[in-house]
């Protein structure tokens, strides 16, 4: 696979190649925009098939009036097919449960998608704010296995953390499962690799 270098949209970290999985740590919505909304739109610029998993306090239609304030051209990319924005709970979960095998899948299924229209290889974000204690080590398993492999797809992921939410020893199995995380200091962003 290329290791060409794809804009990222984000200052900390400027560009990465394919088969980069990276984390967010949030503490707001604000936050949330702030890094997915330039990640997004470089994406989308830079002929990348998109898709954004939402959970509060960011939901589907909060996403894409965030897109649509950043970029006015925002509803072409949708009417054509090159972004999707979709709750949690249509993609992460099947009758309230998280299906590992069913996720991995569908991030295939995409990447297949996008490489079939033209498009250069996809770009995904999901929120796991809505994830609960019962569902955190088989989801701590699924990034796992999305890191041990990712680096031999098209693909380009950041996946965001409410940082109030985590104690100490599942934020350090969130770095072990991340190349790099993104973290607000001051008012800048900040990668920590």
Known sequence: MSKSLRETGL???????????????????????????????????NNEYCMWVTAEPLNA?????????????????????QVEIVPHDQ?????????????????????????????DGLRASGNTAWLESKDWESFSEYE????GRIGDYRIIAICSYRLNALVVPRVIGVLDNHQAALVRRSDDWTAVL
């Open 61 to 81: 239609e909060s996403a894409r009036e965030a897109m649509t304030r950043a970029m006015p051209s925002f509803d072409r990319y949708l009417e054509k097919g």
């Open 91 to 119: 993609w992460f979960l099947r009758d309230d449960v998280f299906d590992m095998k069913m996720v991995l899948d569908g991030w295939l299924s995409r990447l297949n998608h996008a490489l079939e229209k033209g498009y």
């Open 11 to 45: 200052r900390a970290i400027p560009y990465v190649p394919w088969g980069t999985h990276l984390c967010q740590f949030y503490r707001s919505t604000e936050e949330l925009v702030q890094v997915l909304v330039p990640y997004f739109r470089a994406g989308l610029e």
């Open 144 to 147: 796992a296995v999305v890191n």
